[in-house]
């Protein structure tokens, strides 16, 4: 494998030292221990380390999931908060209700990908959904924590479809995150490091995600859930952010099992190094270098004058993200993650290649159509990955409703996400070129089943497979072990994968 990419960041023990304080630094600061007996009846409201919180029910009968919204797990980020760590949140007094969502983070406005409008953002967007289907606080049922996608610079966790009650209902705990965005929850500045115990900028929304495991393992219980059995799952940047905590010692000890959903680059060009093939990962120069580029459009000022600038103002001085799920810009400018010598101590491919990172089951995968993106498994990650003590399991989602099938459509980017969701008779987007009714008939129904269970089996026991579906091999970087399953109506477990999709890997 060429690793001339590499940063030579090495990860030393004062290193893993400061982290851990600062990790439970912010723990004590914001928790009292847990908030519920474990044998009591759940009810509503549901005390939390910070104050009670309301909710409401959804589901049908004998299904019923609880649902609570927009729950505070970090301080506001904004004034003097803004571009630093996230601060503990404060509590409350009464009750908290939680049957609206909270504002999705600020981002570009008016999102056609989101239906976002300004009016629905705010900096003020670190809060959580917990959608339950416990019946007592002593259920302990596995949760699972979903990483919205949207790159690193769109989205939120508070749609429809990420908070169906379908996955839920299948026994776990479901929670749903908002964090920062773009120039807010990624701009590293010499002046910021200054600022920084750590000497660290930038990761700012990747540290967001810290805190909210942080509030999962404090509050989770409360909620019927088991803080020993938490996942995290991602698709498209959400995998990357799944990737990052993977690969960060702040997040060791924080969950247990791991879901990449195409979270690497779509359009992997084999000789390219990582950075080349955009994995969305900097150097702390080459963060500074694009951060510049924003002081530059809003007038070259300090780091102070900048935090008195609007928000809009802040997300219009970027470039714009790309436009829809296929698209990658040519050149792109856009603020990425940091290797900071703290939160993040080299490229995460790296990272995992010299088994450094939280070795955890993983599943990942992507869609049919994303074959470059396989090529990049294959020829980087998978084989990085592989070295890691726990098992690997791999996909191939190759569904697509009936219409678009028969058009020609082979599942594109994100395909996956309706059908482990469940939420496949909700609202569909059309693919370019496409009708707009996608034909959803009985085997929709019957993969979203397969998928929900695989994801929830993973979550539950660290395995994906289903009696009667697929007996799910583990993954091995070698020829005649490198075997993966394509979810489909029938699930099917495959072999070649190396040679498949990096010939001549499989013989290294």
């Known amino acids: 494998m060429n690793r001339n990419h590499r940063s030579h960041v090495k990860l030393c023990s004062p290193f893993v030292c400061v982290a851990l304080v600062t990790l439970f630094t912010f723990m004590a600061a914001g928790g009292r221990g ?88 705010s900096e003020d967007c670190l809060y959580l959904n917990v959608n339950t289907a416990a019946k007592t606080a ?31 209902q299948h026994g776990v705990v479901l929670v749903t995150v908002n964090h920062r965005l773009g120039a807010f929850g990624l701009f590293a500045n010499d002046g910021l490091a200054a600022e920084s115990p750590m000497g660290a900028s930038g990761n700012y929304g990747m540290l967001d995600l810290i805190a909210s495991l942080q509030w999962v393992q404090r509050n ?29 010692p702040l997040a060791k000890g924080l969950f247990q099992r791991a879901i990449v959903e195409a979270g690497t680059n779509r359009n992997y060009v084999r000789g390219q190094t990582l950075s080349e093939n955009n994995t969305r990962i900097d150097t702390e120069w080459e963060s500074y270098k694009v951060s510049q580029k924003m002081i530059d459009k809003l007038g070259g000022m300090n780091v102070a004058r900048l935090r008195a600038k609007s928000w809009q103002e802040i ?43 939280n070795d955890v089951p993983i599943l990942i995968g992507g869609d049919e159509n994303e074959t470059a993106m396989f090529v990049g498994y294959a020829a980087d990650w998978l084989p990085a990955i592989s070295h890691q003590k726990s098992n690997v399991y791999v996909y191939r989602f190759m569904h697509v409703p009936s219409n678009w099938k028969k058009a020609g459509l082979k599942a594109p980017h994100g395909m996956e996400v309706k059908y482990h969701f469940g939420d496949v008779h909700g609202t569909w987007k059309a693919p370019a070129g496409f009708r707009a009714d996608p034909g959803i008939d009985k085997d929709d129904d019957i993969v979203a089943e397969n998928a929900m269970r695989m994801w929830v089996n993973f979550a539950t026991t660290g395995d994906p497979s289903v009696n009667g579906v697929v007996k799910w091999p583990v993954f091995k970087a070698v020829a005649g072990e490198d075997k993966y399953v394509s979810i489909d109506v029938k699930s099917e477990v495959q072999s070649d994968f190396l040679k498949t999709f990096a010939p001549g890997m499989d013989q290294q």
């Open 34 to 121: 847990w908030s519920q007996s474990t044998s009591t009846l759940l009810k509503d409201p549901i005390k939390t380390d910070l104050g009670y919180v309301s909710g409401m029910t959804v589901g049908e009968p004998g299904k019923e999931v609880r649902v609570y919204r927009g729950i505070p797990y970090a301080a506001p980020p904004v004034g003097d908060l803004r571009w630093r760590t996230p601060r503990p949140a404060a509590a409350w007094q009464g009750v908290r209700k939680g049957t609206e969502y909270a504002p999705a983070a600020a981002q570009y406005f008016p999102s056609a990908t989101w239906n976002l409008q300004e009016s629905q953002m």
């Open 138 to 168: 002593g259920d302990k049922l596995p949760v699972m924590v979903w990483l919205h996608a949207g790159g690193l610079d769109t989205g939120t966790g508070n749609t429809e479809t990420y908070n169906n009650p379908a996955l839920p």
């Open 220 to 248: 989770i219980a409360a909620f019927g859930g088991d803080p020993n059995r938490v996942t995290i799952f991602g698709q498209g940047g959400g995998a990357q952010k799944v990737l990052w905590l993977l690969a960060s």
């Open 315 to 357: 997300v219009h001085a970027m470039p714009a993200p790309p436009t829809g799920p296929e698209t990658v810009p040519a050149k792109d400018d856009r603020m990425h993650l940091t290797i900071d010598a703290w939160s993040l101590s080299d490229n995460t491919v790296n990272t995992f290649d010299e088994a450094l990172g």
